[in-house]
Antibody, heavy 123, light 110 residues
């Protein structure tokens, strides 16, 4: 069974940093792209970015709204994806979800999802 | 990357069919067939219900169907059931390895 579990969320002050983890099981982690999506309280979904699988050198792509502040990485040996959040602002307050791509190649559809980890940025 | 446009809410009675629209531009929905739809119940993770405009992942009910015409994609739910009451999001590839979501549509089953 495919499982994704996010962790690392919590309360942080503006300007600080957080690292979120997405721990996975039930599939060959290195074969799939991993995606991060966030949802501010009471708002819609926002695509943050993704990291490609090892076949595509694990390169990353980001939404313009977070590029330069957020970074995605992966540890294939541990089957974990990471989202580093830097220079936090109150607008980064959201539930952060990780997702796995549907297939090992082709368009990166967001197939399997974790339950999310909540990040609250407040002074 | 402007969000795709969805109606804020739609409603229907059990057994009826409803359609949710998702309007983009000729930089996303209009030129790519990489459109997907998600169902999200309150306090739950989104669930992929449509991809490649019309395809359903294994296990998703055949009552869900997708289509696209020009810059607008649509999700149709036939034979509405109480369990369909949820928020639905569209998502499209927007070029340059980026993706964009719609604002979400809350479906009420009357």
């Amino acid at each position: 069974e495919v499982q994704l579990v996010e962790s690392g969320g919590g309360s942080e002050q503006p300007g600080r940093s957080l690292r979120l983890s997405c721990t996975t099981s039930g599939f060959t982690f290195g074969d799939y792209a991993m995606i991060w999506v966030r949802q501010a309280p009471g708002k819609g979904l926002e695509w943050i970015g993704f990291i490609r699988n090892k076949a595509y050198s694990g390169t990353t792509e980001y939404a313009a709204s977070v590029k330069g502040r957020f970074s995605i990485s992966r540890d294939d040996s541990k089957a974990i994806a990471y989202l580093q959040l830097n220079s936090l602002t109150t607008e980064d307050t959201a539930m952060y979800f990780c997702a796995r791509s549907m297939a090992t190649t082709g368009p990166i559809y967001f197939h399997y999802w974790g339950q999310g980890t909540l990040v609250t940025v407040s002074s | 990357q402007s969000a795709l446009t969805q109606p804020a809410s739609v409603s229907g009675s059990p057994g009826q069919s409803i359609t949710i629209s998702c309007t983009g531009t000729n930089s996303d929905v209009g030129i790519y067939t990489y459109v997907s739809w998600f169902q999200q119940h309150p306090d739950s993770a989104p669930k992929l219900i449509i991809y490649d405009v019309t395809k359903r992942p294994s296990g998703v009910s055949g009552r869900f169907s997708g289509s696209k015409s020009g810059n607008t994609a649509s999700l149709t739910i036939s034979g509405l059931q109480a369990e369909d009451e949820s928020t639905y999001y569209c998502c499209s590839y927007a070029g340059s390895s980026t993706w964009v979501f719609g604002g979400g549509t809350k479906l009420t089953v009357l």
